[in-house]
């Protein structure tokens, strides 16, 4: 009898997450990194690459929510230029923003910028 893994997807490497879960990272991760402005696919996407795998399926629903938005509006509440709507202002934002600013400190020390 096959063992079944009670681990939340969320936890699980892609080869052992149902075929739905790594359907739906994949469009995730399409539509981050092809945002059509070049600041938000530079969050976005590596975001969408490193973190979405780890997220649970209400904050990915979160998070296409947010990758449903303009990208100057989004970009705009990323960077904390422009007030972010309440109802953007999520706990997946607060890790967005956590990880535009490790990401973006670690590819300056690299020498990018």
Known sequence: MAEIDARPESEMTPEQMTPERRQRLGRIQFRAWRRGFREADMVLGPFSDQVAPTLTDAELDQFERLIDE?????????IERDP???????PVMAKVRAFM?????????????
């Open 70 to 78: 303009e990208d100057q509006w989004l970009y705009g509440w990323i």
């Open 84 to 90: 972010t709507p309440p109802e953007f202002e999520t």
């Open 101 to 113: 600013r490790a990401y973006v400190a670690a590819e300056v020390g690299k020498g990018i910028g």
